[in-house]
């Protein structure tokens, strides 16, 4: 009941958040952050028509997956090790983490093995922080461009995950940036690249993303409630 609850309030202030920066809120996918929550969860959210869910460890999502609807589309939205690649290339809609040349090549490799493409980000560290994986920015375009040669892969914009902060009108410098820099790349019209999907906010910060252009956003505990680890173990 209370899951219900939270994803329509959420979905409200998306819409209001959405509206006020002159955007139709259709564009702005909300995917539901599952990672460490249980199945009747999941399912209370599916319910509640959520058919787009982010993981962030592949075992995880690939449980999850098997147990859930098949119209649900899994977002990989944590750092993912290659090795784990073969596991979750063919559950995976949207791997949302790719921040070197060597994971996308071996996502490459694995997607040619089962003939499908992989559509990916590349995830931008666009506040510099030391804890968080990403490219820098300035790294971004010469990395997107020595992937967009790999067969099977496609690039289809940039993720960010922001500092967190206690106001997120902080984090709008950061939204602005990740959206400058997609538009920089863009028009270089790089074969095999577009860059019209950004994933940027998560619960503390998602209406000034969806303001400043996010394709989705990834709302964890904002519809399940706080998850039962510390905040440091985010990216892992
Ligand atoms: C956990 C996580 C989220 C969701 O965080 P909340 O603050 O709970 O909304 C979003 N993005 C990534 C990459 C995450 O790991």
Redesign the pocket.
């Known amino acids: 009941m209370m899951i219900r609850e939270n994803l329509e309030s959420v979905r409200e202030r998306l819409k209001t958040a959405c509206t006020e920066a002159g955007r139709n809120p259709e564009e702005v996918t909300l995917?539901a952050?599952s990672?460490t929550k249980p199945l009747w969860m999941l399912e209370e959210a599916y319910e509640a028509g959520v058919r787009d869910f982010?993981e962030?460890k592949v075992q995880e999502l690939v449980e999850k997956a098997e147990k859930m609807p098949s119209d649900i589309r899994w977002h990989m939205?944590?750092h993912l090790q290659r090795n784990k690649v073969k596991t979750v290339i063919d559950k995976a809609y949207l791997i949302?983490?790719v921040d070197s040349l060597r994971l996308a090549e071996e996502i490459s490799k694995e997607a040619q093995k089962r003939g499908l493409v992989m559509k990916i980000l590349i995830e931008v560290n666009v506040a510099g922080e030391e804890s968080k994986f990403g490219v820098a920015p300035d790294g971004a375009e010469e990395l997107i461009r020595s992937i967009a040669d790999l067969p099977g892969v496609l690039i289809c914009g940039l993720?960010t995950?922001a500092p967190f902060v206690e106001n997120p009108e902080e984090n709008r410098v950061f939204f602005k940036s990740l959206k400058n820099l997609s538009v920089d790349i863009k028009g270089k019209n790089i074969d095999n690249v577009t860059m019209d999907f950004l994933?940027m906010g998560?619960?503390?910060d998602?209406e000034v993303a969806a303001q400043e252009g996010a394709a989705c956003v990834?709302?964890?505990?904002?519809?399940?409630g706080?998850?039962s680890y510390p905040?440091s173990d985010?990216?892992v």
């Open positions: 995917i952050v990672k982010g962030n939205i944590g949302h983490s993720m995950i994933s998560m619960t503390g998602y990834r709302v964890g505990t904002g519809i399940f706080e998850r905040i985010l990216s």
